[in-house]
């Protein structure tokens, strides 16, 4: 099992930045590529980023490619990602997910490939 906690949401205007963190605990953290994935209110849930194990690639949603980072810390077991620039439609609740990989430089971008998801973390961006 691993279990996943999100941090970092919040409110921020338009335009500002955010960083949301996700801590894991359980199993191997870098046995796992890591994602965030968002759901705004009234649509489907939606992949954002992804990261491989070892960090060393990474994967952006076109709609966040240039102004979100993802990055993770495999000694403190954490993942973040970084938004710059945020745009209301960014409104979401945020999650984070891990998948079982053996590919160390692999990026998973589907949610089935993922096999744990935190609770998840709010953030909302106003006009």
């Known amino acids: 099992q691993v279990q996943l906690v999100e941090s970092g949401g919040g409110l921020v205007q338009a335009g500002g930045s955010l960083r949301v963190s996700c801590a894991a605990s359980?199993?191997?953290?870098?046995?796992?590529?890591m994602g965030w994935f968002r759901q705004a209110p009234g649509k489907e849930r939606e992949f954002v980023a992804g990261?491989?194990?070892?960090?060393?690639?990474?994967r952006y949603a076109d709609s966040v490619k240039g102004r979100f980072t993802i990055s993770r810390d495999n000694a403190k077991n954490t993942v973040s990602l970084q938004m710059n620039s945020l745009k209301p439609e960014d409104t979401a609740d945020y999650y984070c997910a891990a998948g079982f990989i053996r590919q160390a430089m692999g990026v998973l971008i589907l949610q089935y490939e993922y096999d744990y998801w935190g609770q998840g973390t709010q953030v909302t961006v106003s006009s």
């Open positions: 359980g199993r191997t953290f870098d046995n796992y590529a």
């Open positions: 990261i491989s194990r070892s960090g060393g690639s990474t």
